[in-house]
């Protein structure tokens, strides 16, 4: 099993292009997450699918949208990029519904915003 | 908000020693995880440990918690360049969200 993939690895975008993130799972999970990370602050939870057909807004959602395409997709997609969204971005699943369940994390992508 | 503070934040230590580190945590959980991050890489589940709980070992690690004060120890014990690594711990707030902490950066020195 892969577990969880992303692509692309790496990214550099301009200020104002858009992207999607893609991230994919094999375990047959039910919720999939999406988090950057920033140095000095943790992963901050982005938006998150607790199944399949329902997507919420996590701690810092503002500039970001998501699809749970079907239950092994979820993509995250930057309509106008900023620099303030250079970061690196993690893709995550875990079995139950729940949240607080171990999660499983993708290798995650560099995305670079000038 | 992060709910977890991991303490301290860097820690280096000789092969061999046990490293120990310390998650503070604000509000009730169900409960808390610990993740090690290899530098470049994705995070990896180390430990769940429940509320109820009070002492997990894994292998070489053994995490204790004390929900009355609101805080977690994670110990690696004869440490070895291969866990050289930072390390989350995660908690449940009741809106069943993960909050991870910053990190504690673990250098362990051959």
Request: with cysteine.
């Amino acid at each position: 099993n892969a577990g969880v993939t992303q692509t692309p690895k790496f990214q550099v975008l301009k200020t104002g292009q858009s992207m999607t993130l893609q991230c994919a799972q094999d375990m047959n999970h039910n919720s999939m997450y999406w988090y950057r990370q920033d140095p000095g602050m943790g992963l901050r939870l982005i938006y998150y699918s607790a199944s399949e057909g329902t997507t919420d807004k996590g701690e810092v959602p503002n500039g970001y949208n998501v699809s749970r395409l079907n239950k092994r997709e979820f993509s995250l997609r930057l309509e106008s990029a900023a620099p303030s969204q250079t970061s690196v971005y993690f893709c995550a699943s875990s079995g139950g519904i729940r949240t607080q369940e171990t999660q499983y994390f993708g290798p995650g992508t560099r995305l670079l915003v000038l | 908000s992060q709910q977890g503070e991991e303490d301290p934040q860097a820690l280096s230590i000789q092969e061999g020693e046990n490293a120990t580190m310390n998650c503070s945590y604000k509000t009730s959980i169900n409960n808390l995880q610990w993740y090690r991050q290899n530098s470049g890489r994705g995070l990896v589940h180390l430990i769940l440990i429940r509320s109820n709980e009070r002492e997990k070992h894994s292998g070489r690690l053994r995490v204790t918690l004390d929900t009355s004060k609101k805080s977690s120890s994670l110990l690696i014990t004869a440490s070895r360049a291969a866990d050289t690594a930072s390390y989350f711990c995660a908690t449940d707030p009741n809106d069943y969200k993960l909050s991870f902490g910053a990190g504690t950066t673990v250098t362990v020195r051959a």
